[in-house]
């Protein structure tokens, strides 16, 4: 599982246009229709949990924010909601 946790992050870093959660590969704005009613895993709340701190190391959100969204991150039920914290990022 870490190793998985790895590519998406790198995956993130690389593509300036989306991120990937899970099967599949996700472009940033809005979510995926099939995401909508599916359950994310833990393994996918760690990847977001992940790309959000990345974002704080590349100066793209504060600490307040990391926080925030974080939070919103591990009260998540669905992959959308998932995709949503994430949308604004690269």
């Given amino acids: ?9 790198e995956f993130r870093r690389e593509q300036s246009f989306g991120h990937q959660l899970g099967p599949g ?3 940033a704005g809005e979510p995926r229709a099939e995401h909508a009613g ?4 833990d ?9 959000l701190h990345a ?3 590349d100066g793209r959100l504060s ?3 990391v926080e925030e ?4 991150i591990y009260a998540a039920r669905f992959r959308h909601e998932l995709d949503t914290i ?4 690269p």
């Fill in 38 to 41: 599916i359950r994310c895993s």
């Fill in 55 to 57: 974002a704080v190391g």
């Fill in 86 to 89: 994430l949308a604004d990022l």
């Fill in 69 to 72: 969204r974080t939070a919103t």
């Fill in 1 to 9: 599982m870490t190793g998985s946790y790895y590519i998406c992050v």
């Fill in 43 to 51: 393994a996918e709340r760690e990847t977001a949990a992940t790309a």
């Fill in 25 to 27: 590969t996700m472009t």
């Fill in 63 to 65: 600490l307040a924010e």
